[in-house]
């Protein structure tokens, strides 16, 4: 029980995730109220667009103008993703993004085949061109991440030591180019997870490799999510990703109507009412939000701002 | 890790939950069509009515219909619900439901003013009068229940030896008309529970009451039902309440929209891929999840029926 970390850290990615998966088109401006009202909640770490071909992902056509349209908050990092250097130079471009790099391997070879066309030994040549890249441009890389680590939807369940030898791989990879590698991302990117596997996985990467910090980025697809951040907490994992409403879904996760990312401000609700901070104002957090489901204009998964918080009931009964 | 109890056994409560909370009107007919596809899951127990007065309750009008409409499938306990002795008839005459007799304190006296119009000293001498009917009737008294253990939204947080002591007002309750309790139910009647109260409550009752096996009822109005029920398995807790496709809700909570108990099949879902047994073939239980959808006309929260069960991904995959 006193396993509890006493505060953790979220990248929020819903307005990434979300913009990404509907169907839209959803204006601009309205992306760019979103990305508003988190910076206000609290949140430190904001992703807010990903650099990618527009024919593959319309939803992301205006990413350069939702970057530049934001209100930047100090003390809050503003992220992005890409796929290749033409995305990085935009990210970079923009100026206004925290860009640092990342080593990313997927533990299942028929979705990383579905998903980008490459084997496992492709995806680390691949790895090896990336991390040279963020060299050419002076990014640090700071970050490994292994997809795809509790089960895939293509390959079925992903073996414990498969997870290690990535873990692994990615940690040869850095030292080869002499970058440091600070957080290991664990995604269960198609939603295999249950708390007894998050136990398991976590607890075997945290055995071999006791110095890496663990982040954990789930799906709530089976409706798991909050149960595994939970097991996530009473492994001692401090880094989670989420998304405000439970924004998103994995559109090459061969699900239609897939749950997006477990819910932001459930999460935030859970630490809040087990002692841990977050930094994050939950009745800020719950605005964000309903706004959310305005702005993509159909209900959204997150429970807490339908049944409402704690705080503020216990404030009214005060 | 090794704490998760080896089996659980599920209450079904949808049908009751449903009914009452829905508004309906849903025919008699399809009422038993999800009560004999639930039959058919291997789920034990199932409730089935609620026999209440149809003028506060018109969702359960048609109670004895259902209870005399419905195949009974050997091995399966059919309950029902009842809030006095006429109701208590109702169920007795119908020859077809296990009637066994519960004791049932609540931890907040403004929710009890509220719901039945009693101070906690006046529903303390409700439950003579209770018991004497059970005598009366011959009908067996095995069951505690604590309602709104975990807080309440008319009263707030109920602090643990609230719930000690209301434990002990049952079991001397027991112990002066001869009768012994086997389970004690905690219900987390408004979803104030999170996994951290989960372990520090079922932990209290235990170590003061290490012989008496343990009960939770779990609402999902703040996305934590299945993360309190994983923090239940921790605690070893086997007996769990559940709702397919998550039907139903408290009517008395003060929540439009409110959540209804922990949904079945995705605690299911859970409890499979962890390895505790259920008995229960899930993929027969998202049937008649699905089927609970199409009976209330409008889409349930539980998820793994939208999301789908990771064994039929596995079968299709071999």
Redesign the interface.
Known sequence: ?SD?PKSIRINEEGPREGFQFERGPIPTARKIDLVDALSRTGLDHIQVASFVNPKNVPGMADADDVVQGITLHPGVHYTGLWLNEKGLLRALASKRLEVTGSISLTASEKFLIRNQNRTLAENIEAQHRIIEMYKDHEVPVERGSIMAAF?C?????IPIPTVLRLVQTILDLAAEHGVGIKVMNLADTM??A????I??VV?AVRERYPDLELALHLH?????G??N???GLEMGVRIFDAAVAGLGGCPFAG?K???GNV?TE?LV??CD???IETGIDLEALLEAARLAEEVVGHPLP???M?????KA??AK?A
Chains 1, 2 share one sequence.
């Open positions: 029980m509890l089960g939807n293509f390959e079925g369940d939603a295999w249950t708390p007894l596997s136990r398991r607890g709530d697809t089976r409706g798991m909050i149960a951040a939970y097991a699900h109507g897939a749950a819910c459930d609700f859970m009412e087990m002692g997150g429970s807490v339908k049944g409402g918080s704690l009931l216990r009964l």
